[in-house]
Structure formats: C-alpha cells, structure tokens
C-alpha cells in the first residue's frame, strides 16, 4: 500500500530555470494539497486540486507558480523562472475526501542557486 | 483571519514523564483537528485525530478537544527520546491550517 510519492526528492536549479515538482496520491485519494516550508517555520498552504481542479490557489504566488492534477498522471507543481527565495521544502499531501487528514509524502527539496 | 497558534518551545520534559502540548485557533466553525510530528528534515506524519469534544486516546498518545475555549492539546505519556520532534497542530475549517510546531526535546 504506496503511500504519497513525491519526485524528485532533491532539485537543483539555476535563477532563471524552471523547477518540475510531481506529486502521485496515495491510491483512492482524489484531493491532493501542496505546502511549502521553509528552514525553521511552518507549512504554508500553496494550492488544494481535485482531479482536473484548482479548488483553492489562495496561497498561491500570483506569478510565476502554478499546478495541475490531470485526470491521468501525478500532480505537477510549476515554478517558472526560479528566484533564489523559492529555496524551499515543497511538500504534497493528498486526502480521500475534502476536509479529512492529510497524508504527506516526503517532500522535494528545492535548492536555486 | 484564521490564526492556530502553538508555543515554539523548546519544550524540555525529562524521559519518562508527561509531555503537553498545546493549541489555540480563531476559527469557532472548526470542526477537524489534527496532531502531526515531524522530525527534523522529514515530512509531517499524522499523529492524531479529533472531532467531538473530549479526549482521544490511541497508545502513549491523548488528544483532547475542547471547542468551547477554542483549545486542542496532545499529551504524550511516559516520554521517550524518539519523541523529539516538532509537533504541528492542524485545524479545518474550509482548509487545513497548521500552527508553526511546538519543539518537543525529550531529556534522557
């Protein structure tokens, strides 16, 4: 029984590259979420998707992010022209429904140098 | 704005002993709420879940829930050092939000 995958686990990128985050749910999960932590704080809410839907992109960076959850295939997390302070822990979590427990997979680290 | 909020710590308690963690949310609509550990480097894994008022227990592990004062905390009984870790506080309303962790060190 998978549990949430995520690749690559480790991303080296230069300013200016883009960055190709995926995340595959664990099996019977619909909704998957994407946070992103930086050293020393906490979770921070990036983009909630459903199959084929952004549900909720309020935490999303106007420019330059975005994300998709097609109906086949794992959920991607785009970063466009990475900047130095896009350095970060991107972690995905998917549920089998809306408002229940999370379950995270562990993580990409993103370093731009 | 929907706030949880959590002491940073650390918060030092001795192998053995009883460890308290505690949360606080804004949101009185809440209606899930979640424990989750990380240890340094790793993702968060999930602990605990509550829902109605009172306490959970599941092993060393208690939740306890009281929507009243807007309060969730998680007890950890006979404390080892494998429970070092940051401990995150999850609440739902129309998403899940995580308090920044309380820092547990457990003291051999």
């Known amino acids: 029984n998978a549990g949430v995958m995520q690749n690559p686990r480790h991303l080296v990128r230069r300013r200016g590259q883009e960055a190709r985050l995926r995340c595959s749910p664990m099996k019977g999960h619909s909704h998957v979420y994407w946070y992103r932590q930086l050293p020393e704080e906490g979770l921070k809410f990036m983009v909630y998707?459903?199959?084929?839907?952004?549900?909720?992109e309020s935490g999303m960076p106007k420019e330059r992010f975005s994300a998709e959850f097609p109906k086949e295939g794992p959920s991607i997390l785009r970063i466009q022209q990475v900047v130095r302070g896009d350095s970060a822990a991107y972690f995905c979590?998917?549920?089998?429904?809306?408002?229940?427990?999370?379950?995270f997979g562990p993580g990409t680290r993103l370093t731009v140098l | 704005q929907k706030e949880v909020e959590q002491n940073s710590g650390p918060l030092s308690v001795p192998e053995g002993a009883i460890a308290s963690l505690n949360c606080t949310y804004s949101d009185r609509g809440s209606q899930s709420f979640f424990w989750y550990r990380q240890y340094s480097g790793k993702s968060p894994e999930l602990i605990m879940s509550i829902y109605s008022n009172g306490d959970k227990e599941d092993g060393r592990f208690t939740a306890q829930l009281n929507k009243a004062s807007q309060y969730v905390s998680l007890l950890i009984r006979d404390s080892q050092p494998s429970d070092s870790a940051t401990y995150l506080c999850?609440?739902?309303?129309?998403?899940?939000?995580f308090g920044k962790g309380t820092r547990l060190h457990i003291l051999p």
């Open positions: 998707l459903q199959k084929e839907n952004i549900i909720d």
């Open positions: 999850a609440v739902n309303v129309d998403k899940i939000i």
């Open positions: 979590a998917s549920s089998p429904r809306g408002e229940g427990e999370q379950f």
